[in-house]
Structure formats: C-alpha cells, structure tokens
C-alpha cells in the first residue's frame, strides 16, 4: 500500500471555474476527512465521512463545496465557482478502526492538492 | 471538543532536548491526546498517542500529568530536521468525527 494519494497535487485556476480533487484513502480505512490549510494555519476541518456515509461537515464549508465517497473508497471534493479566497492546500486523511481501549486511530495524510485561483 | 493551547514558535539547537507543552484544560474523560508533526508543503504525520503518564516511543516521549490538563512532549537531542509545526490534538474515537487541529507550535532548529 503507498498510503493515501491525492491528484491533482497543484492546480491553478480562474476564479469562477470548477475543481475537483481526488482523494484515494488506505483501502483498508473507513475514515476520511478534508481539510483546507493556508499558509501559517494548522489544518482546518472541513468533512468527514465513515464509509460512503457523510457524518460530519464544516459550517465553514459554503454551498459551493461538495463532497462525496460514493463506494466508500475514493473521495471527491469539488468547488464551484471558485474564489481566490479559495486558494489553499486541500489535505486528506484517512484512518482505520480504533485501538483496543478506543483511542483515536492514527490519521494518515496525504500530500494535498495545492489550488491557486487567479 | 477539548480546545488545545501550544506556544506559537520555540527555538533550540542541534543536539538539544526540546519539550514542547500543551495546554487542554477542557479534556474529557475519555479523550486521546495525539501530537502530529508537519513539514512545509506536506500533511501532518502522526508522532505519539497517549492517555495518561508517560508513552515513548523510537521518536519522542510524551508526558502527561494526573490531571490531564496538560502534557508535554519531548524530543531527544534534536537536529536540524526536526524543524516543523507540531501540533496537539485531543480526541475519542467514537467521537471523532471532527478532529480539529490548533495553530501548532513551529519549532526552528539551529546548528
């Protein structure tokens, strides 16, 4: 297994067009989580889905983002309409069931998908 | 969620012992602290997991008192690659279906 892959690993774009960027999770990991990081700022969450099933989204995540794992494999983010604020590096994670006593399993990351909207 | 408080930056030097403390007041019985490591232009990598008292492991130990509102994590004799953001996280599994990162501490090493 090479862990979790992410393409496009760079993207630029004009601002009002549509990306997508794909996410293939440790295909033994049911977990899997987006995040949006800027330059200086940790991770920020943006979804989380356990299997195919969406559990968890951002309130920070506007009506132009959406995200599916329609197998429960692969993942798919997309935004529409992109704005430079837009502009970020989009990172996912993925993880496998928890430890003996519970505890929160190791997330492995990818090494995102940086968009630049012009 | 349990928020988490780390110093923004700290600087050492090759060789050095480097303890970088976090703060979590609000940790809930059942939580998990977690420290990831992040170089630029890559995702955080996981470091060490605990509970409570002290859990080591081939990279770094990571020490946590009674009362869990707080832990320390230790890097041994440091070197120049050990330069990154480390971050300290608190969670449960079964709840974790938002893990949420903090700013992290950037750590600059120096020779």
């Known amino acids: 297994d090479t862990g979790v892959s992410q393409d496009p690993r760079h993207k630029i774009t004009k601002r009002g067009q549509n990306v997508t960027f794909r996410c293939d999770p440790i295909s033994e990991h049911n977990r899997l989580y987006w995040y949006r990081q800027t330059l200086g700022q940790g991770p920020e969450f943006l979804t989380y889905?356990?299997?195919?099933?969406?559990?968890?989204k951002s309130r920070l995540l506007s009506d132009r983002f959406s995200a599916e794992r329609p197998k429960g494999s692969f993942s798919t983010l997309e935004i529409q309409r992109t704005e430079q604020g837009d502009s970020a590096m989009y990172l996912c994670?993925?993880?496998?069931?928890?430890?003996?006593?519970?505890?929160?399993?190791?997330?492995?990351f990818g090494e995102g998908s940086r968009l630049t909207v012009l | 969620l349990a928020k988490t408080t780390q110093p923004i930056s700290m600087d050492s030097y090759e060789g050095q012992e480097v303890n970088i403390t976090c703060s979590h007041n609000?940790?809930?019985?059942?939580?998990?602290i977690t420290w990831y490591q992040q170089f630029p232009s890559q995702g955080p990598r996981f470091i060490i997991q605990g509970y409570k008292t002290k859990v080591t492991n081939e990279v770094a130990s990571l020490f946590i008192p009674a009362d869990r509102k707080s832990s320390t994590l230790s890097l041994p004799r440091v070197s120049l690659s050990d330069t990154a953001v480390y971050y300290c996280?608190?969670?449960?599994?079964?709840?974790?279906?938002?893990?949420?990162f903090g700013s992290g501490t950037r750590l600059s090493i120096r020779p």
């Open positions: 996280l608190v969670a449960l599994y079964s709840s974790a279906s938002k893990i949420i």
């Open positions: 994670a993925s993880s496998g069931p928890p430890g003996p006593q519970g505890n929160t399993g190791e997330l492995f």
């Open positions: 889905f356990q299997n195919e099933a969406q559990l968890e």
């Open positions: 609000n940790i809930a019985t059942n939580d998990y």
